[in-house]
């Protein structure tokens, strides 16, 4: 028995000797950075600027992978299961790692049991736009003209299990209003696509997505989800102002690892995280989109918003009856 014991305490030391001898030479290789939503979206916005400066600060080629579906499902389920070697980082948000543990009971991945947080970098106000057609300059005319076609209009989202959805849901059961809605697949791009067709009425997205088609007159925007008025938007109010004090939500970002990948692999890449969210250019092209920079003091202290968070929109979601399989 003693010698077992011995033998399994020195298995142990030479595995923790061989990992921290990889922790102190990554990277070696190029890292893989899954987006888990289509090209067009908030995520994609987001991980298209970061990209070139961390690949700087790591001295390897970060590689966005876009690998969209279920509500981004596909992509955190990839990363989870990937090697926790620090080859593998995901850019979640607050849909696929606080919303969607609460309407897909079934999905085998849990964000806080499978993945652990590196830091948040970014939050992302929000905004609801319509269709140039529709006749409302403001919320609450967009309300009256819904109100007087029940059943004609409809709004689309980036999921059944969306914040987008979650918060149309909300502001359509203050409001007295009803939507068909309209679930596509992958981030904000879809649905932002799906109202400049004029196959939605409206959607709720963020800014991100809608800034490039306002000035063009493709897409109107009514009120931004914020607390208050964004730069990038400055003449548009706030869904407080617009008289729906709740909706005040934006969308964060962060960066993610599978669960067990060596803690210093971990504080190497929230080091270079944290650089590249203090680069000018980066901060430049993030407040196009009026994206604030949220940098977490630590993982753990990212670890408290997560559980929070998580917490806070399981009852948003049982508020609103939201599940999986309701459209």
């Not at 005040?248 to 210093?264: D, E, K, M, N, Y």
């Amino acid at each position: 028995m003693k010698q077992t014991i011995q033998c399994i305490m020195a298995a142990v030391c030479l595995l923790a000797a061989a990992q921290a001898q990889s922790a102190d030479n990554y990277p070696t290789r190029p890292i893989r950075m899954i987006v888990p939503f289509a090209p067009g979206g908030a995520s994609d916005f987001v991980a298209r600027i970061i990209q070139p400066k961390l690949s700087e600060e790591l001295g390897q080629q970060v590689v966005a992978d876009n690998r969209a579906g279920a509500a981004g499902n596909i992509g955190v389920e990839l990363a989870a299961r990937s090697a926790p070697d620090g080859y593998t980082v995901l850019l979640g948000n607050v849909g696929t790692m606080a919303i969607n543990p609460s309407v897909f009971p079934k999905f085998p991945i849990k964000p806080l049991r499978d993945l652990t947080g590196v830091t948040l970098i970014v939050d992302l106000p929000g905004a609801m736009g319509v269709h140039p057609s529709i006749p409302a300059a403001t919320v609450k005319e967009f309300i009256e003209y819904a109100k007087a076609r029940p059943g004609q209009l409809s709004y689309g989202s980036t999921g059944a299990s969306s914040a987008q959805r979650l918060a149309f849901e909300f502001f359509m059961s203050k409001a007295g209003i009803k939507l068909l809605h309209v679930p596509y697949k992958g981030g904000a791009g879809p649905a932002t696509t799906a109202v400049l067709a004029g196959e939605v009425a409206a959607t709720m997205v963020t800014t991100a997505s809608f800034v490039p088609h306002v000035k063009s007159g493709r897409i109107k925007v009514l009120a931004v989800i914020a607390p208050k008025r964004v730069s990038a938007l400055p003449d548009v109010p706030t869904m407080v102002e617009s008289g729906f004090p709740e909706l005040t939500l934006g969308s964060w970002q962060g960066v993610f690892v599978p669960a067990g990948t060596p803690r210093p692999i971990v504080k190497r890449l929230y080091t270079a995280v944290t650089r590249t969210m203090e680069d000018a250019e980066v901060l430049k092209r993030l407040g196009t989109a009026s994206a604030q920079v949220t940098i977490s003091k630590s993982p753990e202290e990212f670890a408290v918003f997560l559980k929070n968070q998580n917490e806070f929109w399981a009852k948003i979601a049982k508020d609103v009856g939201a599940s999986a399989e309701q459209q």
